[in-house]
């Protein structure tokens, strides 16, 4: 597939990436270790499997990679609802970043489809 980061998807990811850093650095003392770090993690996650599936020799095996980003993406997508019901997101940050994730996880299927054929 060759260099990951000109694959939009990584592009797009590695964007939500920092932005989920930026916007819960916010987030209450206490929370550090928790939803933060799992946050974080998970956000890791999408563009670190983006980034090895694209090195990897096969489609098959880009699939498998892609397949779990776009596990790490719903898993992001949850932690973003609980942070806008917690109140640690407002809601109109919580639209801007759950439009990111929705976008990521579009591309990825997109991607896997085609891998796929």
């Keep these: 597939m060759g260099d990951f980061k000109e694959l939009l998807v990584w592009k ?3 964007r939500l990436a920092l932005d ?3 916007d819960t650095q916010q ?3 206490e929370e550090r270790y928790g939803l933060v770090a799992q946050m974080r993690r998970a956000a890791l996650s999408v563009v670190s499997n983006i980034a090895e599936g ?3 020799q096969s489609d098959r095996e880009q699939s498998r990679f ?6 790490s993406v719903h898993e992001v997508q949850c932690q973003l609802l609980i ?8 809601s ?3 639209l801007v970043l759950d439009g990111a994730v929705q976008e990521v996880s579009k591309m990825i299927h997109g991607l896997v489809s085609s891998l796929d054929c």
């Design 66 to 71: 892609l397949r779990f980003a776009r596990g």
């Design 20 to 22: 989920i850093y930026r």
């Design 54 to 56: 694209s090195g990897r």
């Design 92 to 94: 109109d940050k919580w």
């Design 83 to 90: 942070s806008r019901d917690l109140g640690f997101l407002t």
């Design 27 to 29: 987030f209450p003392q």
């Design 12 to 14: 797009q990811a590695h």
